[in-house]
């Protein structure tokens, strides 16, 4: 069975730093293009970043652009999201999104979600 | 970057009836890469549509998606009581993807 399962949420400090993860199993995760996905609380989706299979390619919102790193680790099977100089309108579930090979672009399936929240 | 404006913002319906909701681009989607996913209290997003009429595995065929260009639209044939959940479209033809604001389907 696909899994992607994100953890590192927490509570911040504006300002502050925080590292998510995300980790895959049930499919060979080398081969597949992944992304971040956040959900600030009661509205809607905004996508956050992109990595391909080989690290090769990045791509990141301008909401998030030199602030945010994407990386992944595949001998781990990990996806991760650096967050620095975090700010109140960061606060948002995000959700790590594997896209499919067939369909560059389209994400399938998601993780459950990590909390972030950047209050003082 | 492109934009996605969703309409209704809410949908009233009631079982069995059918739903149809819009998402129009900003600019024309290459290749129409549109996709459709149903959000539900507390879940992350399930893909439904992709390639703007291709339904993804185990999605129920009263799901159907059509169009092209800047105009999409997702029909929902007669709607179950699991269907009534929040719908977003995405656009996956530049290096940006994004989504529209999302369409709620209540019932009546």
């Known amino acids: 069975e696909v899994q992607l399962v994100e953890s590192g949420g927490g509570l911040v400090q504006p300002g502050g730093s925080l590292r998510l993860s995300c980790a895959a199993s049930?499919?060979?995760?080398?081969?597949?293009?992944m992304n971040w996905v956040r959900q600030a609380p009661g509205k809607g989706l905004e996508w956050v970043s992109y990595i391909s299979s080989s690290s090769s390619t990045i791509y990141y919102a301008d909401s998030v652009k030199g602030r945010f790193t994407i990386s992944r680790d595949n001998a781990k099977n990990s996806l991760y999201l650096q967050m620095n100089s975090l700010r109140a309108e960061d606060t948002a579930v995000y959700y790590c999104?594997?896209?499919?090979?067939?369909?560059?672009?389209?994400?399938?399936?998601w993780g459950q979600g990590t909390l972030v929240t950047v209050s003082s | 970057e492109i934009v996605l404006t969703q309409s209704p913002g809410t949908l009233s319906l009631s079982p069995g009836e059918r739903a149809t909701l819009s998402c129009r681009a900003s600019q024309s989607v290459s290749s129409s890469y549109l996709a459709w996913y149903q959000q539900k209290p507390g879940q992350a997003p399930r893909l439904l549509i992709y390639g703007a009429s291709s339904r993804a595995t185990g999605i129920p065929d009263r799901f159907s998606g059509s169009g092209s260009g800047t105009d999409f639209t997702l029909t929902i044939s007669r709607l179950e009581p699991e269907d009534f959940a929040v719908y977003y479209c995405q656009q996956y033809g530049s290096s940006t993807r994004t989504f529209g604001q999302g369409t709620k389907v209540e019932i009546k």
């Open positions: 999104a594997r896209e499919r090979i067939a369909a560059a672009g389209v994400f399938d399936p």
């Open positions: 049930g499919f060979t995760f080398s081969s597949y293009s």
